[in-house]
């Protein structure tokens, strides 16, 4: 039977925050456990340690009674910290099905009840194409206008270049082949949606934006200034945390020399520079 997988990762600063603890990183787990979609699997993949400061993961208590009380919610820990594709990586290498559907999101937002639903319908719909909500340089270039190139809250389908997992993306295993894992050693950063972008761009698989019936239709690119943006299907809210943690740290030489993950980017825009 083909599996669906909600996949994660998370940093210790949010794992074991005890301010404002009801709208921390507990919003987002029970926003995902509390799915309409019954039959799905939930993989909270954790580290040993932090690779940045050395920090160890310390799993509170709440979360292991979470885990135990919730068959579908289970942790991975101990694990090599690989920055942010911490979140699927070692959920790909789980999984032999080709046929399993795997939904990337982030630890930091509130998601709506029918997330994984409409993920698992995207997949079925675009049986070939990664989906999300989110992208990064539309390739019909409708608008004219900077909605182009952020292609959110756009009530209108599109291939872009880059997807942006903290809206949520959908894959089908079979989507990443036998040379992923090479493929992500050669190019490691801590830029994990540029790191898929390159590497569907390798493969020249189509990376699609959609939306839902619930989003608002802006007429004008001012009501979208206004109005468009994160808070749309399938993200509701933020979550309490502080600001200078997790990706945010990584995005300096500095930093990446500390956790020798290098920054590719360039190799990266190479790939996805050479379109479909």
């Known amino acids: 039977m083909n599996k669906v997988i909600v996949t ?11 301010e404002n603890f009801e709208e921390g990183i507990k919003s987002n787990l029970y926003s995902l456990i509390n799915q309409s979609y019954e039959n799905y699997e939930i993989h909270l993949n954790i580290p040993s340690k932090l690779k940045l400061t050395g920090e160890k993961y310390i799993i509170p208590e709440w979360i292991t009674k979470l885990s135990d009380s919730n068959p579908k919610f289970k942790i991975f820990k101990d694990l090599e910290d690989l920055g942010p594709s911490t979140k699927l990586i070692p959920t790909i290498q789980r999984l032999s099905n080709p046929e399993d559907i795997i939904i990337v ?9 029918d997330l994984v639903k409409e993920q698992i319908l995207n997949q079925s719909i675009y049986p070939e194409s990664v989906v999300g909500y989110d992208g990064l340089r539309s390739k019909s270039n409708y608008f004219k206008d900077i909605r182009d190139y952020y292609y959110t809250s756009n009530s209108k389908n ?3 270049d880059i997807l942006q997992h903290y809206k949520s993306v959908s894959y089908k295993r079979r989507y990443f082949e036998d040379d992923f894992l090479s493929f992500t050693k050669e190019n490691f950063t801590w830029e994990d949606d540029l790191l898929l972008a390159a590497y569907f761009s390798y493969k ?12 608002p239709i802006f007429n004008s690119l001012k009501e979208w200034q206004e109005r468009g943006g ?12 502080e600001q200078l943690e997790g990706c945010n740290v990584f995005r300096s030489d500095e930093n990446a020399a500390k956790t020798h993950i290098t920054n590719s980017n360039l190799n990266l825009y190479k790939y996805i520079d050479n379109g479909y």
């Open 8 to 18: 994660l990762t998370t940093i210790p600063t949010r794992l074991n925050s005890d």
């Open 105 to 113: 999101v982030d630890d930091d937002l509130v998601y709506h009840k």
């Open 158 to 160: 599109d291939k872009v």
């Open 204 to 215: 020249k698989r189509d990376r699609l934006t959609t939306f839902h019936k619930s989003d």
């Open 230 to 241: 994160v808070t749309t299907f399938p993200v509701l809210r933020h979550t309490n945390h």
